[in-house]
């Protein structure tokens, strides 16, 4: 693979065109078991995603996030990785993954993969040596292995709890089938912690991103990245219910300050390479000044705007929500990003109340906005959460636990429909992983191809206006301008976004000049409830 490998990364040097592209570019979320299934065994694979790259290029998007599609016992959906440098059997090959990143670039897109370095799978090779070899191994110091508590070392050594329900412990049995140490698992047990103490964890991960960086991707969106650090002698917490603290404040296992040096000698790497490679962070933090230390300039770029999604279809919550993002990025010179889905949340028309106007009006909002946006796979549709899926078919491990995340998962990844007719709806011949409603025919990239007023020419007319206008895309602020009750109304240049949060008609009573785009009808008078508008003034 040398030839091809040094190839590759020339392939992505030769994309990088824009200075700091990241600054104002759009992301597209693929996530590979539901994009498109190339091989007709009912689920998504990268020869699937590597035929639909002309529709993303199409579509107006500037990079692709592809979620984990590393060797993987697929305990959860691949965040469980086994083989950080081999590609599970599912998805494809090596090969595969060479010629989907070779043709993004032919067609000027970036390539960005998922990186999951808090914890492994338990099949991964090191994890598996240290439950052979048994106390004493060297393997064991790579993860977090503590004896119990009580007289039998039979209590968890601390009361920290997973995030997908139970405690954060599981114990194992030594090699002569005696009760063993427990081990730490922030989610699954199928999923033991590393020990960022340990040197060979740092080195291990600093040769797989030169792994596929040399491969030749754009960049990596870094799972956890508010974890891997854990705060010296692993303290309790202290109380139960620590789920309910995510987001709120510094946890001893999350957003410790250790992790910023990790960043720093990953920010060193990519910086080694041409192209402008990037970092981006998946870190829930209680503030947006937390997040802004994972964007100091010799840190990450980009990090995941959590609370930005987290805030509802409010006009006074979402400019405090603008405000403060801005401004806790501006001291560091870090672009903000903008997110309303992903494959762990409730898809967004279906939190923002299940009305399509306001999902589209939600959409026209967060793409005005300075900085960088997401788009996660069939946001660009108008899909809306498949909340009726049988107990059966489901495999979010979180579902199978009593406590901790909802475990309803599932809804956001179900295959996305391409044609109107067939098993899956164009996703592939052999029907589909996830069962799809039928009413997603009339919501197909066919149905929607061309139709005046659909949700897919929306975000394509959107994301063409945003190459085009001199004023959207990259900057740090927004200036406010008056408006009613319940409207967002800021321009930026010569550039105005206006966005009705009420469901009622309301009179603006300023002219903004000419209408660029209306996230739904709009004759120049009222402007309707749950809609925006994009001008030129």
């Known amino acids: 693979m040398t030839q091809h490998l040094a190839a590759s990364a020339t392939g992505a040097a030769a994309t990088s065109d824009r200075p700091g592209w990241w600054r104002d570019a759009v992301i597209y979320q693929v996530y590979p078991r539901s994009f498109a299934d190339g091989n007709g065994d009912g689920m998504g694979d990268l020869p699937g995603i590597r035929r639909r790259l002309p529709y993303l290029a199409e579509l107006g998007v500037d990079a692709v996030w592809l979620s984990p599609f590393y060797a993987s016992p697929q305990a959860d959906a691949g965040y469980d990785v086994s083989d950080y440098r081999a590609i599970d059997p599912m998805f494809g090959t090596l090969h595969d993954a060479d010629a989907l990143i070779r043709d993004a670039h032919t067609l000027g897109l970036r390539i960005i993969v998922d990186l999951v370095p808090n914890h492994s799978s338990d099949q991964h090779e090191w994890f598996q040596r240290a439950l052979r070899e048994g106390p004493g191994s060297p393997l064991r110091d790579r993860y977090h292995f503590r004896p119990g508590k009580g007289e039998r070392g039979e209590e968890p050594p601390n009361d920290w709890e997973s995030i997908f329900g139970g405690p954060a412990w599981t114990r194992t049995k030594n090699p002569d089938g005696t009760p063993g140490d427990w081990y730490l698992h922030l989610f699954a047990p199928e999923q033991p912690d590393f020990n960022w103490d340990h040197p060979a964890v740092h080195d291990e991960f600093r040769s797989v991103l030169r792994f596929w960086l040399d491969m030749g991707v754009d960049g990596f969106r870094i799972d956890v990245a508010h974890g891997m650090v854990k705060a010296p002698g692993l303290p309790d917490m202290g109380h139960g219910e620590q789920l309910k603290l995510l987001g709120n404040q510094v946890l001893p296992f999350f957003d410790q300050d250790g992790v910023h040096e990790i960043?720093?000698?990953?920010?060193?790497?990519?910086?080694?390479?041409?192209?402008?490679?990037?970092?981006?962070?998946?870190?829930?933090?209680?503030?947006?000044?937390?997040?802004?230390?994972?964007?100091?300039?010799?840190?990450?770029?980009?990090?995941?705007?959590?609370?930005?999604?987290?805030?509802?279809?409010?006009?006074?919550?979402l400019r405090a929500v603008i405000d403060t993002s801005l401004d806790s990025l501006r001291p560091v010179g870090a672009a903000t990003t903008w997110v309303l889905s992903n494959h762990d949340v409730v898809r967004h028309l279906t939190r923002l109340g299940g009305e399509p106007g306001r999902a589209r009006a939600a959409s026209l909002l967060m793409l005005a906005l300075p900085g960088s946006a997401y788009v996660y796979q069939g946001e660009e549709l108008g899909l809306p959460e498949v909340t009726e899926l049988p107990d059966e078919v489901r495999q979010d491990p979180s579902f199978f636990k009593s406590t901790g995340q909802d475990g309803l998962r599932d809804g956001c990844r179900v295959p996305i429909p391409w044609t109107r007719t067939g098993a899956s709806y164009g996703f592939g011949e052999g029907g589909s992983w996830l069962p799809q409603p039928p009413h997603w025919a009339e919501l197909s990239v066919?149905?929607?191809?061309?139709?005046?007023?659909?949700?897919?020419?929306?975000?394509?007319?959107?994301?063409?206006?945003?190459?085009?206008?001199?004023?959207?895309?990259?900057?740090?602020?927004?200036?406010?301008?008056?408006?009613?009750?319940?409207?967002?109304?800021?321009?930026?240049?010569?550039?105005?976004?206006?966005?009705?949060?009420?469901?009622?008609?309301v009179a603006l009573g300023s002219d903004f000049g000419r209408v660029l785009l209306a996230s739904g009808p709009y004759d120049g008078g009222e402007l309707p409830g749950d809609t925006t508008v994009w001008w030129s003034a």
């Open 446 to 505: 066919e149905a929607q191809t061309g139709a005046p007023g659909s949700t897919l020419e929306l975000y394509r007319t959107a994301l063409r206006l945003r190459r085009e206008h001199p004023d959207l895309g990259a900057g740090d602020a927004v200036e406010w301008l008056d408006a009613p009750a319940g409207v967002l109304a800021f321009r930026r240049g010569a550039f105005v976004c206006t966005a009705n949060t009420t469901p009622r008609p």
């Open 263 to 317: 960043y720093r000698s990953w920010r060193r790497i990519l910086e080694e390479y041409g192209g402008e490679r990037i970092g981006v962070a998946e870190a829930w933090t209680p503030s947006a000044d937390r997040t802004a230390l994972y964007l100091r300039p010799d840190e990450l770029h980009q990090a995941f705007n959590f609370h930005y999604l987290n805030t509802g279809w409010d006009a006074a919550a």
